[in-house]
């Protein structure tokens, strides 16, 4: 991935809002929120006028007015620049056209689900699974409702999401069975490496395959 000046994805969040229009940092929270940008992005809201005070600094953003409503602070209103343009272009096309080499946090636990045990494994995994069905349930519905109001163009990330939750479901449960019925090489030596602290050799023997 490409080290930019300003990393904060929240960044590339106010670029697509502005785009549209000279926004203040408090309606572009407005708009992102609306539109739901902080289940699709990583937001830490308290961070927004750091963020736009940076996009300034860099060039992306410019302050053309400041306005005061009633009895409230002045607001300033700032506009994307053409840099900041070719900087929302640039970033947007890496995030579609690159792969992400991060590995998700729940690779990370499959990585060293052997120091939990098969037995507090296949626990862990049925409430997974039975979460992500849930999960795909709300998605669905959403969607759903969505598609009554937007066109599909503006749906394709919400369209994303289910689709990974429904594969994930699919994979774990399929996993789930594997472990539950015995087909699964090595189960009973991991057993009993996890209840006694000894590593046996038909394990070794499994890992080193």
Same mark, same amino acid.
């Given at each position: 991935?490409?080290? !930019? /000046?300003? @990393?904060?994805?929240? #960044?590339?969040?106010?670029?697509?809002?502005?785009?549209?229009?000279?926004?203040?940092?408090? %309606?572009?929270?407005?708009?992102? /929120?609306?539109?739901?940008?902080?289940?699709?992005?990583?937001? /830490?809201?308290?961070?927004?006028?750091?963020?736009?005070?940076?996009?300034?600094?860099?060039?992306?953003?410019?302050?053309? %007015?400041?306005?005061?409503?009633?009895?409230?602070? =002045?607001?300033?209103?700032?506009?994307?620049?053409?840099?900041?343009?070719? &900087?929302?272009?640039?970033?947007?096309?890496? $995030?579609?056209?690159?792969?992400?080499?991060?590995? *998700?946090?729940? /690779? +990370?636990?499959?990585?060293?689900?052997?120091?939990? @045990? *098969?037995?507090?494994?296949?626990? $862990?995994?049925?409430?997974?699974?039975?979460?992500? =069905?849930?999960?795909? +349930?709300?998605? !669905?519905?959403?969607?759903?409702?969505?598609?009554?109001?937007?066109?599909?163009?503006?749906?394709? &990330?919400? =369209?994303?999401?289910? +689709?990974?939750?429904?594969?994930?479901?699919?994979?774990?449960? @399929?996993?789930?069975?594997?472990?539950?019925? @015995?087909?699964? *090489? #090595?189960?009973?030596?991991?057993?009993?490496?996890?209840?006694?602290?000894?590593?046996?050799?038909?394990?070794?023997?499994?890992?080193?395959?």
């Amino acid at each position: 991935m490409k080290r !930019r /000046k300003v @990393g904060n994805l929240l #960044g590339l969040a106010v670029l697509s809002a502005v785009v549209e229009r000279p926004m203040h940092p408090y %309606e572009m929270a407005a708009v992102l /929120k609306q539109r739901g940008k902080d289940a699709d992005l990583p937001i /830490k809201w308290g961070s927004l006028y750091t963020v736009v005070a940076n996009l300034e600094k860099h060039g992306f953003l410019e302050a053309v %007015e400041s306005v005061r409503d009633g009895g409230r602070p =002045e607001r300033t209103v700032y506009r994307i620049t053409p840099a900041g343009h070719a &900087e929302m272009e640039d970033w947007v096309g890496e $995030l579609v056209g690159t792969l992400d080499r991060e590995p *998700p946090r729940f /690779k +990370a636990g499959l990585s060293l689900m052997g120091v939990l @045990g *098969p037995d507090q494994t296949v626990s $862990l995994l049925r409430q997974r699974a039975q979460d992500l =069905e849930e999960r795909a +349930a709300e998605q !669905r519905a959403s969607l759903e409702q969505l598609r009554a109001v937007l066109p599909r163009v503006f749906l394709v &990330e919400v =369209e994303y999401d289910l +689709a990974m939750t429904e594969a994930e479901a699919r994979w774990v449960r @399929g996993f789930l069975e594997e472990l539950t019925s @015995g087909t699964v *090489p #090595g189960v009973d030596a991991w057993r009993r490496w996890y209840e006694t602290g000894e590593f046996p050799d038909d394990l070794g023997e499994f890992v080193e395959k």
